[in-house]
């Protein structure tokens, strides 16, 4: 197992391991270097479940475990795609994956020109990131040129491309699914009166009924971004379904809470199905 930081999932993962009767072996990547020139200590593992907090640390130990040789779950360029939230909606956009309507901008004038097209209010995201964090929504013209007065005095280069997607009015919820090599084994609502219903920000969570067309959406989405180990997330729009982001290392401890699922069991279980074929 490589990681950073052990939160609830970590834990978890352990003690599902030693149930299913698997050797663990835990790397901390912050410890030790890791050498790209000479062997290292982990050429007899079996494969690897990569679950850093932070990305840029996952994706550096992914590639250099995969170019030596052990699979890691989800893979570097898994989690390269589900990072990169412009490059996780064109994908899903080009495969017939309903997603929100949304545009790229690289300047101010696009940015209003996106907007106008959009109709406000309109939500401005960061390409990386998660949590909620750093989403703004923009009422009206004035007040997208307020958040983009603050991106472009950022100094991380990122925050200079405009990401603006439409303001859907969801049901005050929207949907965490989880994807496992093909299977959905559980979901729920994160339910807030607030727009934005992210747990990390106080939404609660709610066991969720998927429908079969979510539970294909789904599929699809998972499909489409490379399998393995992945939680989607679903917005509402009337009757309809559309994915918004997908997520390459997922947490899942308040899916657990709510619907008694073992989850760590079921990744452990499918993934080494997996490599056993």
Known sequence: MLYDFVRWEERDLVRAARELGHEVKFIQVTKKPFWLTRPNEFKDLDFAIQRCVSFYRALASTMIFEEQGIPVVNSSQVILACEDKL?????????????????????????????????????????????????????????????????????????????????????????????????????????????????????????????????????????????????????????????????????YKNVVRVTGRDLSSMILDLTAKQFKK
Not at 221 to 234: F, N, Q, S, T
């Open 87 to 251: 490059y996780t909606t064109a994908k899903l956009a080009r495969h017939g994956i309903p997603v929100p309507e949304t545009a790229i901008a690289l300047s101010r004038e696009a940015c209003f020109e996106a907007a106008e097209k959009l109709g406000y209010p309109v939500v401005v995201k960061p390409i990386y990131g998660s949590w909620g964090r750093m989403i703004s929504r923009a009422l009206d013209r004035e007040s997208l040129g307020e958040i983009l007065e603050f991106r472009e005095n950022m100094q991380s280069p990122y925050f200079k491309v405009h990401y603006l997607q439409e303001y859907v009015k969801k049901p005050g919820r929207d949907i965490r699914a989880y994807y496992f090599w093909g299977e959905v084994p559980a979901a729920i609502y994160r339910v807030s009166e607030q727009w934005k219903t992210n747990t990390a920000l106080g939404g609660k969570a709610v066991p969720a009924e998927l429908s079969e067309e979510q539970i294909g959406l789904i599929r699809a989405a998972g499909e489409v971004m490379g399998g393995g180990i992945l939680g989607v997330d679903l917005i509402e729009k009337g009757s309809e379904s559309l994915v918004l982001e997908v997520n390459g290392i997922p947490q």
